[in-house]
Structure formats: structure tokens, C-alpha cells
């Protein structure tokens, strides 16, 4: 692919690197100043299994911690798995579904998330066609806790052979399911260009719990193909996060918000201005609390590796100047969540001499970070896949994929006071 030795030749260290950012780009917070507490994550044991990969986390409405992942089947196939955090440890395993045809990737994976009533929503992807990148959503629910789920529902109504994925659900503000994906039915089925017919798009549906689709709308005709989308729901709608992708090959991040009963258009959160011919596989995060919205992303605009996160405080309708995150060399992979204070945290994996390791970094709403924190190293192949972030009170849980002969995810903990 194009994108991953674009990527390969910047975290290789062929390009210098240094901060692009001008006064005006960016904030005045140094990150050579930063100070706070080292912030130390403990291992909790994982329930997953061998070979397993791709781990999520999600926290209730009532504030239970709930982890998935994928692992191998015995007989052949995949299965989904959840368990959720019981006393500071996980319960055991529920599978939530198998399959023998399923689309596994180390960027592109299933989630679980709870609606506000308690009902599991799940998804996955399942290969509809020989073609390496010709698969659909899959999503199905659980009203009795993960102990059965409904039959699953594609929540694109299409029908191509082409690639359906890089979902974000949310619980919708009346009760169903909200979700939203990278949609490829105008691409004609290639993934590197992603075919000659047309562009990789952005599109949304809700779920009722039967599984009845409502309002399939398409919110952006022209995005990036293979990054991860990141949705949050604010004090009085949505904000879905994505990479796009100009006539120009600007793939910046922008957003879009559902709020009075319409959505917004695509907006950029900052004109980064990085233009390269081909996915990077590294999309936004966002997360939102009230008005709150902070948004993290990775950038190599000016042949310069950045992860940058800005705060907005009106639903994403506007966002400050962007901080820098990184430490010099990041892979991306990043996640991030706000904590008890409103101050963010962001994870991300960061290249080191030795192989890669995966950081955090306290970030307050002027703008001020904290210094950066080592939770684990880890590789920096693919298969290490992208860690990813919960919070249950003033606890932050983080999980990942430990690559290796045989993978296996690995989850921690830290605790966090409420800050400065």
C-alpha cells in the first residue's frame, strides 16, 4: 500500500523531525516545560483468550466497564467475546457471536457498546465476497445482558460488494442505536484508490432495537478509505469525527454535528494541510461531555509527525489551537477520553530505539499538557493494533493487542486525581 510505506519511510526517520507548528497554528504550552505526575497503570488480568486481538472498551451509563475482542476459534472462524470489570477484575468470557467468514483486521475491528436502557449493541464484519476489501457491517443486540443476541442487521442497504467498516456506534438520546461508517458502494471495489468509480463516503442509520433501520443519510461524498471514524454524543446531539479527503489530496480531519434534527456540513478542525496519496490508517478520536468536545489526531503535514488535540466548548461547533501530544516520533494510533476535571487524556503509540511503546498524556482545557507516561511497550507493527480507552470514575482503563507468535490483549488501570 501507498499509505503504509509513506508511513514507514516517516517513522523510519528518514524525514527530520520538528515541530511544524507556527505561533499561530498552534498553542503557546511548551511540552519541554510540562510537569504533573508520572501516571502509573497497573495490569489487570485479561480474560481474552489465545491469539486474541483488537480489544475495545466501553463504559455503561451506570458506569460498568465493558471489554471486547476478538479471538481464534478452536474449529476455525472468529468469535467476539465481551466480559465487564467486576471488583478490579474481568468476569468470566460471554461470546457474543462466531463466524467462519469474518473480515479480521488490525485496524478495522469489531466494537460493544450499551444503549441507555442497558441493551448490548455489537458489530462486526463479515466478508461479502471473494475480494480482499468486499464487506459489511453486521450488527446485532442483546436486551438480556449478552446472554442471547438478535440476528444480526446491515445497517447499509446498498447491497455492493464493497468495503463497509470503520463503525462508531453510539446510544442515540431516545434510546436506539446510533451508528455511523466508512461507506465504499461508489468505489467499485478496490481499496488501494479504492476503485475507479468513485470515492470512499460517510454515512449514518439509526437502529431501533428490532433492528428496523431509520434515516440512512450520507454526511460526507468524499472522504479518506481506510482511517477510523470517532463519534460522541453532546448535551444536544452528536459529533462524528473522521479524516477527509479533498480534490487536492488534503487528507485533514474534519466533523460533522447532529443537532435541532440536522446535520451539519463537514467541517475542519484544523487546516493541517497534509496532503498525501493514499490512507495512513490513522483516524481521529473525540470524546464529549456537555458542551465539552476534545479531539486528538495524527498529522505528518510538512513531513512533520504530530499528534495534535484541541478543546471545543460549543458541541464542536468551534475549536481552540491545537496542542502538540506527541514526543517526537509517533505511529498515531491514538484514543482519547476526558476525564472527572474536564483535563483530557490521550493514548498513542510512540516510536523508541528499541521497537515503540504505548504513552499517555494529561492535557488541560487552557491548554496546558502534562508530561507524557509510559503504560507498556509494544511493537510497532501493525498487529499491535490500536489501544484503546475507558473511564469509570476517576479510574482510566486502557487495553491492547500484545503482538507476537501468538497475540493476546492486555488491559490496565490507573487511577487519577482530579487535577489542577
Not at 17 to 34: I, R
Not at 221 to 236: D, G, L, V, Y
Not at 398 to 409: K, Q
Request: net charge negative; glycine share 10%.
Amino acid at each position: 500500500m501507498t499509505s503504509i510505506r509513506f508511513l514507514f519511510l516517516l517513522v523510519a526517520g528518514v524525514l527530520v523531525v520538528s515541530n511544524g507548528c507556527t505561533p499561530s497554528e498552534s498553542t503557546q504550552h511548551s511540552l519541554d516545560t510540562a510537569t504533573g505526575a508520572s501516571i502509573s497503570f497497573q495490569d489487570i488480568v485479561s480474560p481474552a483468550g489465545p491469539g486474541s486481538s483488537t480489544p475495545t472498551l466501553h463504559t455503561t451509563i451506570e458506569g460498568v466497564v465493558l471489554l471486547s475482542w476478538v479471538e481464534p476459534h478452536t474449529e476455525g472462524g472468529h468469535i467476539l467475546r465481551f466480559s465487564q470489570l467486576e471488583h478490579d477484575g474481568w468476569s468470566e468470557p460471554i461470546t457474543i457471536v462466531q463466524g467462519e467468514d469474518w473480515f479480521v483486521n488490525w485496524a478495522d475491528f469489531p466494537s460493544l457498546i450499551s444503549l441507555d436502557d442497558g441493551t448490548l449493541a455489537a458489530h462486526y464484519l463479515v466478508k461479502s465476497a471473494k475480494a480482499t476489501y468486499a464487506y459489511d457491517v453486521h450488527v446485532t443486540q442483546s436486551l438480556d445482558g449478552g446472554q442471547t443476541w438478535s440476528p444480526s442487521v446491515i445497517p447499509h442497504t446498498d447491497g455492493t460488494q464493497t468495503e463497509h467498516g470503520f463503525v462508531s456506534m453510539l446510544p442515540s438520546s431516545d434510546g436506539r442505536l446510533f451508528a455511523a461508517w466508512l461507506d465504499g458502494r461508489n468505489t467499485g471495489g478496490g481499496h488501494d484508490g479504492h476503485g475507479s468509480q468513485g470515492a470512499m463516503t460517510l454515512r449514518t442509520a439509526i437502529l431501533d432495537h428490532a433492528g428496523t433501520l431509520y434515516g440512512e443519510t450520507l454526511l460526507d461524498e468524499r472522504i479518506c478509505e481506510c482511517c477510523q471514524t470517532s463519534a460522541a454524543r453532546t448535551s444536544n446531539g452528536i459529533v462524528v469525527a473522521y479524516r477527509d479527503r479533498s480534490d487536492e489530496e488534503i487528507r485533514d480531519i474534519s466533523v460533522v454535528r447532529w443537532q435541532n434534527g440536522t446535520w451539519s456540513v463537514p467541517q475542519t478542525v484544523h487546516e493541517d494541510g497534509w496532503q498525501i496519496r493514499g490512507c495512513p490508517v490513522n483516524g481521529p478520536a473525540v470524546a464529549a461531555a456537555g458542551e465539552q468536545v476534545v479531539i486528538a489526531w495524527f498529522t505528518a503535514a510538512r513531513d512533520t509527525l504530530r499528534i495534535k488535540l484541541s478543546f471545543s466548548t460549543d458541541e464542536g461547533r468551534s475549536f481552540g489551537a491545537p496542542v502538540q501530544i506527541d514526543d517526537g516520533l509517533p505511529l498515531g494510533r491514538l484514543d482519547t477520553i476526558l476525564l472527572q476535571d474536564r483535563s483530557a487524556l490521550v493514548s498513542w503509540i510512540e516510536k523508541t530505539d528499541g521497537g515503540a511503546e504505548i504513552r499517555v498524556r494529561r492535557v488541560y482545557p487552557d491548554g496546558s499538557p502534562d508530561a507524557s507516561s509510559v503504560v507498556a511497550v509494544t511493537s510497532a507493527s501493525r498487529a499491535s493494533g490500536f489501544p484503546r480507552m475507558a473511564r469509570s470514575g476517576n479510574a482510566v482503563y486502557i487495553s491492547w493487542t500484545e503482538a507476537g507468535e501468538l497475540s493476546s490483549v492486555h488491559t490496565a488501570a490507573a487511577t487519577f486525581s482530579g487535577g489542577s
